[in-house]
């Protein structure tokens, strides 16, 4: 059974840093776009950056320069490494796969982010 499991979540000031990791137990990670998503109080879930098997990545606009995805895919790890963080980032943080279908959803991982 897949396992989705985020972690490095907490709670830090506008303008901290915070870096997310995600553990992923899919045999097909090498090969799959994995992305990170974010579930913000009374929004859609929104996908903010993706990375291809190879190491590409694109980012939302809203994170763009502030946040970087990388991954270990002999670990079958995603990173998220989150600067200069603003209030309009908390939310709940997750990993998927970045194609056009996912895995089950893991439990997330909180960010929250204080004035």
């Known amino acids: 059974q897949v396992k989705l499991v985020e972690s490095g979540g907490g709670l830090v000031q506008a303008g901290g840093s915070l870096r997310l990791s995600c553990a992923a137990s899919?045999?097909?990670?090498?090969?799959?776009?994995m992305g990170w998503y974010r579930q913000a109080p009374g929004k859609q879930r929104e996908l903010v950056a993706t990375i291809t098997p190879g190491g590409r990545v694109n980012y939302a606009d809203s994170v763009k320069g502030r946040f970087t995805i990388s991954r270990d895919n002999a670990k079958k790890m995603v990173y998220l490494e989150m600067n200069s963080l603003k209030p309009e980032d908390t939310a709940v943080y997750y990993c998927?796969?970045?194609?056009?279908?996912?895995?089950?959803w893991g439990q997330g991982t909180q960010v929250t982010v204080s004035e």
């Open positions: 899919t045999t097909a990670f090498s090969i799959i776009s």
């Open positions: 998927n796969s970045a194609e056009s279908w996912q895995m089950g």
